[in-house]
């Protein structure tokens, strides 16, 4: 069974961080680009970050660029947001996905083979 199993989310103050963990199972880890998704309520989702599946490549969307670093552990199946300076604008809820194609088109497009269920982020002001 394919699971995208995210944690970390919760509620924190504008310019506090957050690390969010992506535990990944039941399909290569390899094989596949991992990226972060958010959607907030009334919005459309977005691409927030992706990886490769060798970590050599990273893509960012422009709102959190110099902000949130993706990164990942192959060895664990598992890809991290670490979030800083977060703002009130980055409250959604943030998704876990793998796709298989190149990182940008995959967080531009959000063409995913699996989604992760979500977890709440919330930036109070």
């Known amino acids: 069974e394919v699971q995208l199993v995210e944690s970390g989310g919760g509620l924190v103050q504008a310019g506090g961080s957050l690390r969010l963990s992506c535990a990944a199972s039941?399909?290569?880890?390899?094989?596949?680009?991992i990226g972060w998704f958010r959607q907030a309520p009334g919005k459309e989702r977005e691409g927030v970050s992706c990886?490769?599946?060798?970590?050599?490549?990273?893509y960012y969307g422009d709102s959190v660029k110099g902000r949130f670093t993706i990164s990942s552990d192959n060895a664990k199946n598992t890809v991290y947001l670490q979030m800083n300076s977060l703002k009130p604008e980055d409250t959604a809820v943030y998704y876990c996905?793998?796709?298989?194609?190149?990182?940008?088109?995959?967080?531009?497009?959000?063409?995913?083979?699996?989604w992760g269920q979500g977890t709440q982020v919330t930036v109070s002001s």
């Open positions: 996905a793998a796709g298989g194609v190149e990182v940008s088109l995959f967080c531009s497009l959000k063409v995913a083979h699996y």
């Open positions: 990886i490769s599946s060798s970590g050599g490549s990273t």
């Open positions: 039941g399909f290569t880890f390899d094989d596949y680009a």
